[in-house]
């Protein structure tokens, strides 16, 4: 019986002596929410937040069905633990676990929040504020401090994007096309 990729890459992992398994499992469930972003159009980006390996908030990139600029998946997982926990900060030894570096904002939001850890899979390169282009959490000048890990599942996280995206490129190039026919 052969496995499947998605089987593969767990059984790497959880072998792995960097990846605890709850680890594992909790950035499968991230990146099963990217999915779901992905299926409704938006950039597939999931987050979830754990504290004693319960999920206390999650969400994934929603910002076009929103109509908001500030709905990324990290801060409507931190909104949606929050609104559970009727508290604005987070218990400690609480995890985030997202499946895209964090953008400067959402790294804000995670300082105020109190999040103790930090685990993204894929790095982003253009706007990544936690060691792409800065790394924020290491800055002294803040009074909470983030422990960050990166590269879990990163590579499965990197396809769903560039499928994402070169699929949005693909659908625009029809659309320009069926466009200048009418032209």
Known sequence: ??????????????TSKFWS?????????????????AECGEVP??????HDEMIIGSGFNEPIGRHDATAHAEILALRDACLRLNNYRLPLHTTLYVTLEPCTMCVGALIHARVDRLIYAASEPRAGMVGSQM???????????IKTYQGLCAEHSSQMLKYFFRQRRQMAKKNKARVSQFI
């Not at 398994?21 to 972003?37: I, P, R, S």
């Not at 980006?45 to 754990?50: D, F, H, I, K, N």
Request: hydrophobic content about 45%.
């Open 1 to 14: 019986m052969s496995l499947q990729p998605h089987q593969i890459i767990r059984q790497q992992l959880m």
């Open 21 to 37: 398994v709850q680890d594992v499992h909790w950035m499968e469930y991230a990146l099963t929410l990217a999915k779901q972003g």
């Open 45 to 50: 980006v999931g987050a979830v937040l754990v």
């Open 135 to 145: 790394n924020l959490p290491a800055e002294p000048f803040y009074n909470h401090h």
